[in-house]
């Protein structure tokens, strides 16, 4: 694929807050070292200061974990208070242990790839690809096209082409908060309409995966009771 903008640029500093899929929904994983006012300027634009309604349908579980990070009570609310703004959220754990955490990284193949955060709207004709897990907050418009090596999620419509694990990963997944693509692809296989399981979960985020049958869709919650069976192995 030809790269029409610089994400393969990796950059010289890792963005504050880390965004996976965990086993009924997001976890957000916020940097222990950067200063508060750096992580909350950065969740502010990555909630909120972006053209498309990002997150503001479907209702998904949400665990934040905090780490070793230093906060005082006054900073941990002001933290909080971003995520509780979002109606759509409801927030699971808040924590810097949570259980979301220790079931993700308890995955070692969850944890070798690097992830990027795109921020705006994929266009029809442009063409992005990323080394990594990557989380496009905004949308891709009909004809605009996002590849990366691990997962894409997509935190707005999806209406144009997603193609995960470009390297053969057949364990990638494309999740997205309003799911209507132009054409999914993951490692190999190719669809344009892929095979939902059961009816249609507008109400909830969803994502695309390989299974023996192909390429089928469900939602985001039961990504790890799928996952377990494709890795360790």
């Known amino acids: 694929m030809a790269v029409l903008d610089n994400a393969t640029q990796r950059p010289e500093v890792r963005p504050p807050v ?63 208070r971003l995520f509780l703004q979002k109606e759509n959220f409801t ?51 009909p004809g605009g096209e996002i590849a990366a090596t691990g997962d894409i999620f997509v935190f707005g419509r999806l209406r144009g082409i997603a193609h995960a694990g470009v390297r053969g990963n057949t364990q990638s997944i494309i999740a997205a908060a309003e799911f209507s693509p132009m054409q999914l692809r993951i490692a190999g296989t190719l669809t344009r309409v892929p095979e939902a399981r059961g009816q249609a979960q507008s109400a909830f985020m969803e994502f695309a995966y390989l299974c023996e049958e192909g390429m089928a869709v469900d939602k985001l919650q039961y990504l790890f009771a799928i996952r377990p069976k494709k890795v360790g192995h």
């Open 18 to 80: 880390s965004v996976k899929g965990v086993n009924d929904g997001l976890l957000f994983l916020l940097d222990e070292q950067c200063a508060h006012e750096v992580l909350r300027a950065f969740l502010q634009e990555l909630l909120f200061d972006n053209p498309s309604p990002l997150l503001s349908g479907p209702q998904i579980n949400v665990s934040v974990d905090y780490g070793q990070r230093e906060m005082t009570p006054e900073q941990n609310i002001e933290l909080m």
């Open 91 to 141: 927030i699971r754990e808040w924590s810097s242990r949570t259980m979301a955490r220790q079931a993700l990284f308890a995955k070692p193949q969850r944890n070798a790839r690097p992830q990027y955060i795109h921020r705006g709207t994929v266009r029809a004709g442009q063409q992005v690809y990323y080394d990594g897990d990557v989380v496009v907050v905004g949308d891709v418009n």
